[in-house]
């Protein structure tokens, strides 16, 4: 298994595992496992690559298995749920800051080939995503469908995020979640 920042040459194989997992194409038998709620064009896998490094990727013979995405909050402001947070940002506080755009990124989505699924490889993409934005940014912060279930789990039980604010978006229920970039998943400094 290779972990590594994502290039140019990697975009087919991100796209590939993304629309096997996300929610406009996601198989139905698979939703029950999680899903990936944003859309992603080749245009913006670009501009994630090369200007904010923020594509992680995961490979195993050759092969994308795994991704995080992670950018500034400038990255994701097109979106409109993304604005909505960002909006929200200065009521929040996490580990004895308020949120900003400045002291915050969001992480996420993540997407992992079923195949690979509980063999610790979110863990460790996880980590070495976290890793990569650590330098620019001390928090951490994404959102997770309510009915994401599997998602949650994750997210709360093994990758140790807190949940900072429930909020209703477009008709749908999300939960808010954080961590600090400086901690492992075990709250010991890196």
């Known amino acids: 298994m290779e972990f590594k920042?994502?290039?140019?040459?990697?975009?087919?194989?991100?796209?590939?595992?993304?629309?096997?997992?996300?929610?406009?194409?996601i198989a139905e038998e698979d939703k029950a496992d999680g899903f990936v709620t944003t859309a992603f064009t080749r245009e913006q896998l670009i501009q994630l690559i090369e200007q904010e490094q923020g594509l992680s990727i995961a490979t195993h013979q050759g092969q994308v298995v795994a991704y995080v995405m992670a950018a500034s909050w400038q990255f994701w402001a097109e979106w409109p749920i993304f604005s909505y947070m960002i909006a929200q940002l200065p009521t929040?506080?996490?580990?004895?800051?308020?949120?900003?755009?400045?002291?915050?990124?969001?992480?996420?989505?993540?997407?992992?080939?079923?195949?690979?699924r509980g063999s610790g490889l979110l863990e460790r993409i996880f980590d070495?995503?976290?890793?990569?934005?650590?330098?620019?940014?001390?928090?951490?912060?994404t959102f997770i469908n309510r009915i994401n279930t599997r998602s949650y789990a994750a997210h709360t039980q093994k990758l140790g995020l807190e949940v900072i604010?429930?909020?209703?978006f477009n008709g749908n229920q999300y939960l808010e979640l954080a961590c600090q970039t400086t901690k492992s998943r075990n709250s010991q400094p890196i």
């Open 128 to 141: 070495f995503s976290r890793e990569q934005m650590a330098p620019r940014y001390p928090v951490l912060v």
């Open 5 to 25: 920042l994502a290039g140019l040459e990697d975009i087919d194989g991100v796209l590939a595992l993304h629309r096997k997992y996300q929610l406009a194409t």
């Open 165 to 168: 604010q429930e909020f209703e």
């Open 92 to 116: 929040l506080t996490y580990a004895g800051r308020q949120l900003s755009t400045e002291n915050s990124y969001q992480y996420g989505p993540v997407c992992l080939d079923k195949a690979y």
